[in-house]
């Protein structure tokens, strides 16, 4: 069993690799991943090794390349696919262990350039991503940190992770790229200047948190903030006091913040209901 390591956020990659290795996976690894790797006495296969081609351009590329991609394509139950990567001495990648450039924290740097958002627009591992993704029933793609546990336990249990496991798995994948582009897509546009009522309009929201209850105590809600807002927006408040926000609270909250902008002088508002009171 191989597993492909390539991570921006490191937290918890050392442990995590080692219980791999532990249980006979080899670990082929990038740049920087694979030097922390290394220096934490994880045995590495660099991707230059895999691939027969260096790194290049900065680390523009590193990945992009058949003999990866090839091996976390190919459908394990469709001999054609396995008969080709044999003859092209091409190892299947059974997990991929990915998560991205960040770019969101990047741009919403006071004072960041062009310049340095583009480099931080990752293209090599979104492009693992979605290839793993999409082969879910062969292969194990992990975006987030906080799943590293659910696969070792499956895969000590029983050998494999699971294809109820996979599947999640991939669809937070899917998720999490769709986030990350419409970002990207935002940002770019705003550079440019876009017109008021563009042909195509992304929005991406996050959670805030949970509330304890909607609009009636009998319904469930959460509150999303979109992402790239940063000033003047009840989504970047921090509450000082009190127990979780319900609906109403924040809609009276929001409502209040909103007609204060209309003010220029010192100004206080009341609101029940959204209504000014």
């Known amino acids: 069993m191989r597993a492909l390591i390539s991570v921006s956020d490191k937290t918890g990659i050392v442990d995590f690799a080692k219980e791999l290795v532990a249980m006979g996976v080899e670990i082929i690894s990038t740049g920087g991943t694979a030097s922390a790797l290394q220096g934490a006495g994880v045995p590495v296969i660099g991707i230059s090794e895999i691939t027969g081609f260096p790194e290049c351009l900065d680390g523009r590329v590193k990945t992009l390349d058949p003999h990866i991609h090839a091996g976390i394509l190919a459908i394990r139950s469709n001999a054609e696919h396995m008969k080709q990567i044999a003859e092209l001495a091409v190892t299947p990648i059974d997990i991929v262990v990915v998560n991205l450039y960040p770019f969101k924290q990047t741009v919403l740097k006071e004072g960041v350039e062009l310049h340095d958002a583009i480099e931080n627009i990752d293209i090599g591992g979104p492009t693992m991503l979605r290839s793993a993704a999409k082969n879910y029933q062969d292969v194990s793609v992990i975006i987030d940190p906080l799943d590293y546990a659910t696969v070792l336990t499956e895969l000590k249990e029983s050998g494999k992770v699971s294809l109820k496991t996979n599947f999640y798995l991939s669809s937070k994948v899917f998720e999490h790229t769709s986030h990350y582009d419409t970002l990207i897509a935002n940002y770019m546009r705003a550079q440019r200047g876009a017109e008021v009522l563009p042909d195509i ?37 921090v509450q000082l006091h009190g127990k979780e926000l319900s ?11 909103e007609l204060l902008k209309e003010f220029s002088d010192p100004t206080v508002v009341a609101c029940k209901h959204a209504n000014p009171c």
Do not use: S, W
């Not at 309009?201 to 009636?216: A, H, I, L």
């Open 201 to 237: 309009m992304t929005m991406t929201f996050e959670k805030v948190q949970d509330m304890r209850y909607g609009e009636n105590p009998h319904q469930k809600a959460a509150f999303y903030k979109e992402v790239g807002n940063t000033k003047g927006f009840l989504t970047n408040a």
């Open 247 to 257: 609906f109403n609270n924040i809609n009276d909250t929001n409502g209040a913040l």
